[in-house]
């Protein structure tokens, strides 16, 4: 468990710290040829390369969870018992409106 909060945790950071590392070195003029930009180009070439970078952070999170084993993970067997009390109770509620529906034809 601790595995998938210090992933989940190292992703959310990189969500904030590289898009505004990315917005800081824009709007500072520490790329090359950005002090060239016109203000309207360097918001818009910014902002896409910020958004396009949580994408890609994204991307690497989803990746990385489908790459975990999935054997490892077992399901809480109160939680199971309760879910299928839950979905037995809906279905036999579901039988009976459906047959009381009927009759009322």
Same mark, same amino acid.
């Given at each position: 468990?601790?595995? &998938?909060?210090?992933?989940? !945790?190292?992703?959310?950071?990189?969500?904030?710290?590289?898009? &505004?590392?990315?917005?800081?070195?824009?709007?500072?003029?520490?790329?090359?040829?950005?002090?060239?930009?016109?203000?309207?180009?360097?918001?818009?070439?910014?902002?896409?390369?910020?958004?396009?970078? &949580?994408?890609? !952070?994204?991307?690497?999170?989803?990746?990385?969870?489908?790459?975990?084993?999935?054997?490892?993970?077992?399901?809480?067997?109160?939680?199971?018992?309760?879910?299928?009390?839950?979905?037995?109770?809906?279905?036999?509620?579901?039988?009976?409106?459906?047959?009381?529906?009927?009759?009322?034809?």
């Amino acid at each position: 468990m601790a595995g &998938v909060i210090q992933k989940f !945790v190292t992703a959310s950071m990189f969500m904030w710290i590289i898009p &505004v590392a990315i917005l800081y070195a824009f709007n500072n003029n520490l790329l090359p040829g950005v002090s060239d930009m016109s203000p309207y180009s360097l918001t818009l070439l910014s902002g896409f390369l910020a958004v396009i970078s &949580v994408n890609v !952070v994204i991307a690497f999170y989803i990746y990385m969870a489908m790459k975990e084993p999935s054997d490892q993970h077992k399901p809480d067997p109160a939680f199971l018992a309760e879910a299928e009390a839950s979905v037995s109770k809906l279905k036999g509620g579901a039988d009976s409106s459906s047959q009381s529906s009927k009759k009322e034809e």
